[in-house]
């Protein structure tokens, strides 16, 4: 190959590589980068929230004259757990066994206490917030309040 023809070669390259680029200029094709303030504008966008229509303005509502406000009842229980064993399985799931029956970790009890299992320790959530602590073998007793509907 002569010079000549390798310089037309290369010039050709160069003119197919140029004129794509040339025309992505004058048809005004950017880059995906923005300014600042295009940036900002596209955030602004972004977050505007739609206008919500106003609520429908409804006919006043006659107040009806407020019943009383009974204060709750609250009764004291008095009860055990027998904490019989703790098991863990393969895969690492606890199960704990209080007064005969299986329970795992964050299972609500028949009473409305919740069960934790942290290692060998039992952790019963009686339903007025109090924690009451365990092993296997041992006997809690507990007393609570327990709300009554009226």
């Not at 509502?61 to 399985?89: H, I, L």
């Amino acid at each position: 190959m002569s010079k000549a023809s390798l310089g037309l070669l290369i010039g050709g390259l160069l003119l197919m590589v140029a004129a794509p680029i040339a025309w992505a200029q004058d048809v005004g094709l950017r880059t995906l980068f923005t300014t600042e303030q295009e940036r900002r504008v596209i955030n602004a966008n972004r977050n505007r929230q739609e206008a919500k229509p106003a609520a429908p303005v409804s006919a006043p509502v006659e107040e009806k004259e407020a019943e009383p406000v009974s204060e709750p009842v609250r009764e004291e229980v008095k009860t055990q757990y027998r904490v019989s064993g703790v098991a863990t399985d393969l895969a690492g799931s606890q199960t704990v066994w209080i007064n005969g029956r299986s329970y795992l970790s964050g299972d609500q009890m028949e009473d409305g206490a919740r069960i934790a299992i942290q290692g060998t320790r039992v952790i019963i959530t009686t339903p007025d917030g109090k924690r009451h602590q365990g092993q296997s073998g041992e006997v809690l007793e507990v007393t609570y309040l327990r709300t009554i509907e009226n």
